[in-house]
């Protein structure tokens, strides 16, 4: 396996690992529960992650699945976009913003539906520098995924 390809490889797995530990954390630790265009990006990243791995024993397929990781990463990138986008008032959302109560075994119904936290996709809960998690996560995603890319398409052939 040639060092640009190895290089991918982590950075397929480090990437969408990181950008999901950001997510919970900022979840658990910072008391930012996700609204669904965030739990969108997560299933992106989670979906990288997957392929990523998967491409650890499979060595005849390692390229293609570290591309359709990439590729998973730039999708969350682009949801990030378009998550910012609706966050700053470019252009209105396309979901209703619910959030799942998560029911536990013998929870009453309608007690954890009021208990549960209106998240709403329009509104950045957090920023940095003026960036929501939303616009950072497209930023890294983007650049993550067209690095990735970049990597793979430096790779020695056979």
Do not use: K
């Not at 990243?45 to 390692?62: F, G, N, S, T």
């Not at 590729?71 to 986008?85: E, P």
């Not at 998560?102 to 009021?114: F, N, R, S, V």
């Not at 950072?136 to 398409?153: D, E, I, P, T, V």
């Amino acid at each position: 396996m040639t060092s640009n390809l190895r290089l991918a490889q982590r950075l397929a797995i480090a990437v969408p690992a990181l950008a999901l530990a950001g997510a919970w954390l900022s979840q658990y630790a910072g008391g930012l529960p996700p609204c669904e265009m965030c739990w969108w990006q997560r299933y992106a990243h989670l979906a990288a992650l997957a392929l990523a791995l998967a491409a650890l024993p499979l060595h005849r397929l390692r390229a293609g699945l570290l591309a359709l990781a990439a590729l998973a990463i730039c999708l969350s990138g682009v949801i990030g976009g378009f998550h910012a986008g609706v966050e700053y008032g470019w252009w209105p959302g396309i979901t209703t913003c619910a959030q799942p109560t998560g029911l536990a075994g013998g929870t009453d119904p309608l007690a954890a539906i009021m208990a549960a936290p209106l998240v709403r996709c329009d509104v950045a809960p957090w920023t940095l520098l003026g960036v929501s998690l939303a616009g950072w996560n497209a930023l890294y995603s983007m650049l993550a995924g067209l690095g990735l890319f970049r990597l793979l398409g430096l790779r020695e052939r056979p």
